[in-house]
C-alpha cells in the first residue's frame, strides 16, 4: 500500500456486510429511477402512437392550397417531409329511392362516393384505417368505406373493376357548384344536382372501418380514397398538405413565415381535428396537430408547455432528492460508526484532504458495483411487469410495449452516480473534521450522549423497556433523524407518486362511447316503434337495451348555484336575467328508461335513485361537470353550476311557456354510457320517462343504445339493424364495438400501468426502509450487547427494538405525510396549467402510508433480532461492526 487512499479497497472487503448495505442503497435508488424512466418511457410511446392513429402523424395542415404552391411548402426548408391530398370528384352510387325520400324528408338525392387521391405521405400521415384488403398504392387503385357497400347495386369484390363517373355536385335552379371546402364535404341541399365530367377505372383493393362515431350526412356521403402521387401538380386545383417539420422549435412563427412567403393571402388558424372534419375556411385554413404536439412539449400554447416542462421537472426534482437522501443515509451512518478508524488515520499523519479522498473513493468504488446492478434490477423488473402486462392481456393489450431507451439508461446512471456523489460529499466533510484525539476518546461515536428528559407518556404505556426505547431516540438525535428522513422519504415518495395516479387516471379518462351499437329513426312522420325496442331487448346478444329520451329545455338557473369560476370564464352563457336568476336555453331534460335509472345508481355522487319518489316529486338527477379549454390551451375539469341533493329547479320545454318545478335527488359526473366529462358546456337533466312526458308533453324517443353481449357473436344484432334501415330509410346505426374495445383496452393499460408504477414505489419504499432500519440496528451490537451485559433480558431487548421501530413509523408517518400531502398539492398546482382539475386530500394514501411505515418498521427488525439472539456478548463488547 502506498498511500493512504489505498485502505479504501481493503475496508469495502473486510466489511462486506457493510459495504453489502452500501451497495443494497445504491441498488434500490438506481432501480427507482430506471423503473421510473422505463415506465414514462414506455407511456409515452403508447400515447404518441395512440395519438398518432387518433389525430394523425402530421404536425401542421394547410388546406386550400393553390397547385403552384404545393412544391414550395414541400421544398421549403422547414418542412421535413409533406402529404399530399386532393379533390377527386364525386360519385353516385345510387339515386335515393322514392321511398326513402317518403320516410325521411331531409334525404339527400344520392348516395355519394366523395373520392380523394392521397399520395403515399397522406395515407401514412393521415393514418387510414382499413377494414380489410390493402391501401392504394397505384393510379387505379380505390379504397371504400365498408359503411357504403350496401348501397352499391352489386357490392364490388376485392380486386374487381369499378367504372365512378367523377362530377361535381351543383344548385339545380342555379347551376352553381357548391362550394366546400374541407375533406369531410358533409352536408346537402334538397335542391341539389349532380354533373358527370370525366369517367373513371378503379380497381377495388380494400374496405375503410366504418366511422366510430357517425354524423347527420354520413348515410348518403360515403368517403373513398385513391392513390395519386401527385407528380403532375394542376395548377388550377386546390390541395390539402399535411406536414412533419425538421423541428418543432417556434412552429407558429416558421409556419407563418412559410405562408407569408407564398403570398397566399389571409390564412385562418385552429387546432388540428380528426380526419373528416373541417371548418369552413375564407382562404387558407391552418391547423396545429397540438394533441401530437403537446406530447413533444411544443404544443402552440406555451403555458401548457411551461406548466408540463414544472410539473415534470419537480417529479424529476423529487426522486433525485429522495435518491440522495437514501444513499446519504447509509453512507452518513458509516461514517459515524468509523470515526474512531478515521481518527486513528489521523492520529499516524493523514490529512483531512486525504480522509475526505478515502470517503470518496469507497463511494465511486460501490457506485460501479451498485449502479450497474441497479440498471440491470429496474429493467427486469419492467421486463416482468411487461410480460404480466402480455399475460393478462391475451393478446388485448399488445399494443402496449416495453421501451428500453439508452439515453434513459445513461441519465439513470448518471443520476445515480451524481446521487452518491452528493451524498458522500457530506459525510467525507465530517469525516474530515475529526479531531485525532477526540475521535479515539469517544470509542467510536461522533455524537455526545445528551441528557434526555423521560418520557412519561412512554413509560405510563409500555413500562421502563418503553422509556428505555424513547430515551435511545432521544438521545442520538443525528442517527434517529437520518434513520426517519429515510423513512419519511419513503413516505413522501408514495404519497406524490399516488396523486399522480389519482391525476393520470382524472385526465385520462376512457375516450369513445360505452355502448357497442345506437339506432336512431329520423323520419319525421312518425316515431320509434316499441316493437323494435322489444325485439332488441329480446336479443340473446343483448345485455342491455336502453330507450333514449331527450328534448332541449330552457332552465331558470339562481345565481347562487353558478360557479363563480366557469362564470369567469364564460359569463356569456348566464347573460338573460330572470326571476332572481339566468335563464338558459342549452339544457337538456334525458332518460335511459327505468332499466337505465338502476345502471346509473353506480355512477352517482351524491343523492340517490328511487324511481317512485322521482315520479312523485319531478325528480331530477344533474349533470353539470364539463370539461372545456380555455383561450391560452389550458384544460380544466369543473362544475359549470352548484346544485346539491334538495335544491329545485324550474324548467320548460322549448315548446311550451309555462314553467314546471323538478327536485335535484342526485348529481353524477358523467352519463350512463360515458367514462368522459361533457365537453359541450350544458347542464343535463336526467329522470325518468313519466317525469320527462309530464315536462315535455310527449313520450317519444329516437333512439336506442344497446350494450352488447362480450360473449357471443354480434351478427344477430347487426343482422337485425342493417334489415331495420334497408326497410325504412329514417333508420340509421351506428356501430361502436371497435371503439368500446379499445376503450377498455386503454382503461386496463392504464390500469396495469398506474399500478405497476405504484407497485415499483410501494417495493422499493418499503426495501429503504428496512434496509435503513435494519443498518442502524446492526450497527448497534455492540450497544445492544451492553444492555444485555447489564442484565437486560433477550425479551426485553426484543420489546425495546420493536417499540423503537413503532416510534420511528410514527415520528416518520406523521412528518411525511405532511410533507407529501404539501408536495402533492405542489405537483398538481405545477399541472394545472396544463390541466385544471379539483385538488382532494389524498386520505387513503395518507391512511396507506401511515400504516405502511410502522409495520415496514417492524419488519425491518425480524433480521436484526434474529442475528442477536445469536450473538455472544463478549465477542461483541470486542469487536467492531
Request: aromatic share 8%; charged share 20%; with cysteine.
Amino acid at each position: 500500500m502506498r498511500s493512504y487512499t489505498g485502505l479504501t479497497g481493503k475496508y469495502v472487503k473486510v466489511q462486506k456486510k457493510r459495504s453489502l448495505l452500501t451497495i443494497f442503497g445504491i441498488i434500490l435508488s438506481v432501480t427507482l429511477l430506471t423503473s421510473i424512466g422505463t415506465m414514462g418511457m414506455s407511456y409515452w410511446d403508447k400515447t404518441v402512437r395512440q395519438t398518432i392513429r387518433d389525430f394523425g402523424n402530421y404536425h401542421v395542415s394547410m388546406n386550400n392550397i393553390p397547385g403552384d404552391a404545393v412544391n414550395k411548402i414541400e421544398n421549403n426548408t422547414t418542412v421535413g417531409s409533406a402529404g399530399v391530398a386532393s379533390r377527386e370528384g364525386y360519385a353516385i352510387i345510387r339515386e335515393s329511392k322514392e321511398k326513402e325520400k317518403k320516410e325521411d324528408p331531409n334525404a339527400a338525392p344520392y348516395r355519394y362516393l366523395n373520392v380523394k387521391g392521397y399520395d403515399a405521405k397522406a395515407l401514412d400521415m393521415l393514418q387510414v384505417k382499413l377494414d380489410s384488403g390493402r391501401l392504394p398504392t397505384k393510379q387505379n387503385e380505390i379504397i371504400l368505406s365498408a359503411s357504403s357497400l350496401s348501397y352499391f347495386p352489386v357490392k364490388p369484390q376485392l380486386g374487381e373493376s369499378i367504372s365512378l363517373n367523377l362530377g361535381i355536385r351543383k344548385e339545380a335552379s342555379t347551376g352553381k357548384e357548391l362550394q366546400i371546402s374541407g375533406l369531410g364535404d358533409f352536408g346537402w341541399g334538397l335542391d341539389e344536382a349532380f354533373e358527370a365530367q370525366s369517367e373513371q377505372q378503379y380497381t377495388v383493393v380494400g374496405y375503410m372501418k366504418r366511422p366510430s362515431t357517425g354524423d347527420w350526412s354520413s348515410r348518403y356521403i360515403f368517403p373513398a380514397i385513391t392513390y395519386d402521387d401527385h407528380q403532375n401538380i394542376d395548377q388550377n386545383k386546390k390541395y390539402f398538405v399535411y406536414v412533419q417539420m425538421k423541428s418543432l422549435d417556434h412552429i407558429e412563427e416558421k409556419t407563418d413565415n412559410m405562408i407569408a412567403a407564398l403570398q397566399l393571402g389571409h390564412a385562418e388558424k385552429d387546432t388540428a381535428k380528426q380526419l373528416d372534419k373541417d371548418n369552413d375556411l375564407k382562404d387558407i385554413g391552418i391547423e396545429y396537430n397540438n394533441e401530437l404536439l403537446k406530447l413533444y412539449g411544443k404544443s402552440t400554447y406555451e403555458g401548457v408547455n411551461l406548466s408540463l416542462s414544472l410539473a415534470i421537472a419537480a417529479v424529476i426534482a423529487i426522486v433525485m432528492i429522495s435518491t440522495i437522501a437514501v444513499i446519504y443515509n447509509t453512507f452518513h451512518i458509516s461514517v459515524l460508526e468509523r470515526i474512531s478508524q478515521f481518527g486513528m488515520l489521523r492520529c499516524i499523519g493523514a490529512t483531512p484532504a486525504q480522509i475526505r479522498k478515502i470517503v470518496l473513493q469507497e463511494a465511486a468504488l460501490l457506485s460501479l458495483i451498485g449502479i450497474p446492478i441497479g440498471l440491470l434490477m429496474g429493467t427486469l423488473f419492467m421486463k416482468v411487469l411487461f410480460y404480466n402486462i402480455s399475460l393478462i392481456a391475451l393478446g388485448f393489450l399488445n399494443d402496449m410495449r416495453m421501451v428500453i431507451s439508452v439515453p434513459i439508461l445513461i441519465v439513470a446512471a448518471l443520476l445515480g452516480l451524481l446521487s452518491v456523489y452528493f451524498s458522500a460529499i457530506g459525510p467525507a466533510k465530517l469525516a474530515a473534521r475529526v479531531s485525532p484525539l477526540e475521535a479515539l476518546k469517544s470509542t467510536g461515536k461522533v455524537e455526545q450522549v445528551a441528557k434526555v428528559k423521560t418520557s412519561h407518556v412512554a413509560q405510563k404505556l409500555f413500562g421502563i423497556i418503553g422509556q428505555f426505547a424513547s430515551r435511545n431516540l432521544k438521545r442520538n438525535k443525528k442517527r434517529f433523524r437520518i434513520t426517519a428522513l429515510s423513512m419519511i422519504i419513503s413516505i413522501v415518495l408514495f404519497i406524490v407518486f399516488s396523486g399522480l395516479v389519482d391525476f393520470m387516471r382524472q385526465n385520462t379518462q376512457v375516450s369513445g362511447a360505452q355502448y357497442s351499437y345506437s339506432l336512431s329513426y329520423d323520419n319525421l312522420a312518425g316515431q320509434m316503434d316499441d316493437m323494435v325496442y322489444e325485439h332488441i331487448a329480446g336479443l340473446d346478444a343483448v345485455d342491455h337495451a336502453y330507450k333514449f329520451y331527450n328534448s332541449q329545455v330552457a332552465a331558470i338557473i339562481p345565481e347562487d348555484k353558478i360557479n363563480p369560476e366557469y362564470m369567469a370564464l364564460n359569463g356569456g352563457r348566464y347573460v338573460v336575467a330572470e326571476d332572481e336568476g339566468y335563464r338558459t336555453d342549452n339544457n337538456f331534460l334525458t332518460s335511459y328508461g327505468d332499466n337505465g335509472l338502476e345502471a346509473l345508481e353506480a355512477k352517482l355522487v351524491a343523492g340517490k335513485i328511487d324511481k317512485d319518489t322521482m315520479n312523485q316529486e319531478n325528480g331530477v338527477i344533474v349533470q353539470q361537470r364539463i370539461r372545456l379549454f380555455t383561450d391560452d390551451g389550458k384544460e380544466k375539469i369543473l362544475d359549470q353550476t352548484e346544485f346539491k341533493v334538495g335544491d329545485h329547479i324550474r324548467i320548460r320545454d322549448m315548446n311550451s311557456h309555462g314553467y314546471q318545478t323538478v327536485t335535484v335527488v342526485g348529481i353524477v359526473n358523467q352519463d350512463l354510457l360515458s367514462m368522459e366529462y361533457n365537453s359541450s358546456q350544458v347542464v343535463t337533466f336526467i329522470t325518468t320517462p313519466k317525469v320527462y312526458k309530464q315536462i315535455t308533453g310527449h313520450d317519444d324517443y329516437s333512439r336506442i343504445f344497446i350494450l352488447a353481449n362480450p360473449k357471443l357473436s354480434n351478427k344477430p344484432i347487426t343482422d337485425y339493424l342493417q334489415s331495420l334501415s334497408e326497410k325504412d330509410a329514417g333508420f340509421n346505426y351506428n356501430d361502436h364495438v371497435t371503439e368500446i374495445a379499445q376503450a377498455h383496452n386503454d382503461a386496463m393499460t392504464l390500469s396495469i400501468i398506474l399500478y405497476g408504477f405504484i407497485g415499483v414505489i410501494v417495493v422499493i419504499a418499503l426495501l429503504n426502509i428496512v434496509n435503513t432500519v435494519s443498518t442502524n440496528l446492526i450497527l448497534r451490537t455492540k450497544e445492544f450487547a451492553v444492555l444485555k451485559a447489564i442484565g437486560m433480558t433477550q425479551r426485553e431487548l426484543k420489546k425495546m427494538i420493536i417499540l423503537e421501530g413503532v416510534f420511528y413509523g410514527l415520528f416518520a408517518a406523521t412528518i411525511g405525510t405532511i410533507l407529501g400531502t404539501v408536495l402533492h398539492y405542489g405537483i398538481h398546482a405545477l399541472f394545472s396549467g396544463a390541466v385544471d382539475t379539483a385538488w382532494s386530500m389524498p386520505w387513503l394514501s395518507i391512511g396507506i402510508a401511515f400504516v405502511g411505515a410502522v409495520v415496514a418498521t417492524l419488519l425491518a427488525t425480524i433480521w436484526p433480532l434474529h442475528r442477536l439472539n445469536r450473538v455472544n456478548i463478549v465477542e461483541a463488547l470486542r469487536t467492531e461492526n
